[in-house]
């Protein structure tokens, strides 16, 4: 099993950065791929990035050039650097490890951008 634990949000103006982290804790973390994930008052939850268990990365068309997920298998964490945010980005932020077995989500970190 995996416990996954979202950090980093807060409020940010427009054009600002924000890195948020997910921490996992469990076995065999590095199999996993990361996958973040946002969900905007009202609106649908929407997929943003993916890490694969090999580093492949890839992204939402929304973000693409602004957002950079990364991962360090050492320390158990996936990052998801946040740049020239948008009002648009405003939402909890939720990381989902997929691989073996169910999918396991964290708690979620809101993120706010002001404009």
């Known amino acids: 099993q995996v416990q996954l634990v979202e950090s980093g949000g807060g409020l940010v103006q427009a054009g600002g950065s924000l890195r948020l982290s997910c921490a996992a804790s469990?076995?065999?973390?590095?199999?996993?791929?990361i996958n973040w994930y946002r969900q905007a008052p009202g609106k649908q939850r929407e997929w943003v990035a993916t890490i694969t268990s090999g580093g492949n990365t890839n992204y939402a068309d929304s973000v693409k050039g602004r957002f950079t997920i990364s991962r360090d298998n050492a320390k158990n964490t996936v990052y998801l650097q946040m740049n020239s945010l948008k009002p648009e980005d405003t939402a909890v932020y939720y990381c989902?490890?997929?691989?073996?077995?169910?999918?396991?989500w964290g708690q979620g970190t809101q993120v706010t951008v002001s404009s």
């Open positions: 469990g076995s065999f973390f590095s199999i996993y791929h």
């Open positions: 989902a490890a997929s691989g073996p077995g169910p999918v396991y």
